[in-house]
């Protein structure tokens, strides 16, 4: 039973906007939209909701208490704004500073003023995961294939270095080939850095190995931008002809599981959830 009354959604670009309020309008709950101008998806235009600049801080605030909402999800996509030419409106103006102090750490930070600044007028921040139990990713394999040992390796050598990374709020993924880091993803974001592992050398022809890993960074707000993967990150591996893809297990989503797992598997590709348990493997 969820905890809340209303949910707000706070949404920009990507499927897992519209995947959650298609889970709202299943289940026959309520649900507020607030698109965020110039990150949020076409499609929601058709949903009820508002628009709403990331500036406008008190304009969505507003809105979320006009329309009964007492808890609040974020989900999608925001770009970064230009903070030079942001609109923004007297609360937006109040919260500026603080914003932009944050965003000299990494988009990580920003996320938690905005964190922050819901918890103070008394509204519940959920995460995607909850508002969408579905979605958290499973422990073990998703499909027919395995990681071999070698693969396990790399997996937990992936996860280190995004741990060691995370206090520069780098990225949430890496490829690790055979104990050799091939990319690390920073803010192209992990399509665009599977991308540059296909036009590394001798990508398309040499044998398909390698394992694209995703886990939340330290101390990430978990309740805000969980790890992704859904089937484009299954073309892109496939396209730079890696072995496989790890997550971890409770701590990342998986969109659209059954389309993904069905061409990983007919690409000879293993889709893993992995534990703590896994990286400690000898």
Not at 179 to 204: K, Q, S
Request: glycine share 10%; charged share 25%.
């Amino acid at each position: 039973m969820a905890r809340w009354r209303k949910l707000g959604l706070i949404a920009g670009g990507g499927a897992l906007p519209m995947r959650i309020v298609a889970e709202r309008e299943a289940l026959g709950e309520p649900f507020h939209l607030i698109r965020i101008a110039g990150s949020a998806d076409e499609p929601l235009n058709a949903k009820p909701g508002d628009d709403c600049g990331l500036g406008e801080s008190g304009k969505i605030l507003r809105r979320l208490r006009e329309a009964d909402c007492d808890a609040v999800c974020f989900a999608g996509i925001v770009r970064r704004p230009d903070f030079s030419g942001l609109k923004v409106d007297w609360r937006g103006a109040a919260l500026m500073p603080k914003i932009i102090a944050a965003a000299a750490r990494g988009d990580g930070a920003i996320l938690d003023v905005l964190v922050e600044t819901l918890e103070a007028e008394n509204f519940l921040v959920v995460g995607a995961d909850e508002a969408v139990s579905s979605l958290r990713a499973s422990q073990g394999a998703f499909g027919v294939h395995q990681p071999s040992a070698e693969d396990f390796a790399d997996i937990a050598k992936a996860a280190a270095l995004i741990n060691a990374i995370g206090s520069f709020d780098v990225g949430q993924a890496a490829v690790v080939d055979a104990g050799h880091v091939l990319a690390i993803e920073a803010a192209e974001g992990t399509d665009l850095m599977l991308a540059r592992c296909a036009d590394l050398p001798g990508a398309p022809e040499r044998k398909r190995n390698g394992v694209l890993v995703k886990r939340p960074k330290p101390g990430q707000e978990l309740r805000v931008d969980l790890p992704v993967i859904g089937p484009e990150t299954v073309r892109r591996a496939i396209a730079a002809n890696l072995r496989g893809i790890a997550v971890e297990a409770g701590l990342s989503l998986v969109m659209n599981r059954d389309e993904a797992v069905a061409l990983a598997d007919g690409a000879g590709l293993f889709l893993y959830g992995f534990s703590e348990a896994d990286l400690n493997q000898k």
